[in-house]
């Protein structure tokens, strides 16, 4: 799957919009405690997820919206953010 | 302390050069697993920072740095890395 159609599914994904609620529509976050997370390294968006999902790194609301996501989507939704 | 003594303070600090090493100088890390911190938001950091502290989000490497920081040291560098 090549990255163009990976971010189209990414974009297209309600998980996308999930995150803008409190991470902001363009990553940068209105929450003080909310990390930004345009531009952060899709890398590390990806381990993050992939620890929350886990419960490896533990916060609730992370956590609950981790779980749902299976790899594919939580590489879409690294790559979109990485890409703001 | 204003937050310009905090962050004159932070700016002299070896451990903004530490975090540098691997964050980058101006916060945006040359290492793909590590995460930017420029224009993090500065709340988020400083709890980051004490949870690595207190063991509570584990990473060997975090943990280490994090073990010697004071609380007024961890809100010089969040203060610092949040306005780059």
């Known amino acids: 799957?090549?990255?163009?159609?990976?971010?189209?599914?990414?974009?297209?994904?309600?998980?996308?919009?999930?995150?803008?609620a409190c991470?902001?529509?363009?990553?940068i976050s209105g929450t003080l405690q909310y990390p930004n997370i345009r531009g952060q390294k899709a890398m590390y968006i990806e381990a993050q997820l992939k620890a929350y999902r886990a419960g490896e790194r533990l916060n609730k609301l992370m956590q609950s919206q981790?779980?749902?996501?299976?790899?594919?989507?939580?590489?879409?939704?690294?790559?979109y953010f990485s890409t703001r």
Chains 1, 2 share one sequence.
Do not use: N, P, W
């Open 1 to 20: 799957e090549t990255e163009a159609e990976l971010l189209t599914y990414g974009s297209e994904q309600a998980y996308v919009q999930k995150c803008m």
């Open 66 to 79: 981790a779980v749902a996501l299976d790899d594919r989507t939580i590489k879409a939704i690294a790559l």
């Open 23 to 27: 991470h902001g529509e363009d990553g």
